[in-house]
């Protein structure tokens, strides 16, 4: 397999998701980085940190500051001291976040109806099979400063 062919169909996918996400971003006037920040902690309540977000979520750190602080500013997140270390901040999500939320989800579930269409069961068990490996081949090349697969 060509790794070029990985990358183009990462992006691509990237691209189409953002282009089903347009509706939903231009109804609550927001952009593209607050409302996968928002639909990311929406999603995975344990990793509720700015930390967590770029780590997990991909997304650099000044563009994931930014858009915290305007989820913040807006009314959508609130910013709590972790109760352990007072250094770590939590992002809360607000009630009023509920719409986006809710919308945001049925498009991702429309998202991912559409990108699996055709799709059976046995092949989307050997897809997530796959890509399970290709993330454990990943994790070890990144944590090995040679490149080589440990």
């Known amino acids: 397999m060509n790794p070029i062919d990985l990358i183009f169909i990462s992006t691509k996918t990237m691209k189409a998701y953002e282009t089903f996400c347009q509706p ?16 990311f902690l929406a999603n995975n309540p344990k990793y509720n940190t700015a930390r967590d977000i770029c780590e997990i979520r991909g997304i650099r750190t000044g563009i994931a500051s930014v858009a915290v602080d305007f989820l913040v500013s807006n009314g959508y997140l609130l910013r709590q001291p972790d109760d352990i270390d007072r250094r770590i901040w939590r992002l809360l999500i607000t009630e009023k976040s509920a719409p986006i939320i ?22 989307l068990a050997a897809y997530t099979q796959i890509i399970q490996k290709f993330k454990e081949n990943i994790l070890a090349i990144t944590h090995n400063k040679k490149g080589e697969l440990l």
């Open 24 to 39: 939903v971003c231009k109804k609550f006037q927001l952009n593209q980085t607050s409302f996968d920040v928002l639909m």
């Open 102 to 123: 809710q919308e945001g989800r049925a498009v991702q579930q429309e998202f991912g109806k559409r990108l699996t269409h055709g799709i059976s069961e046995e092949e």
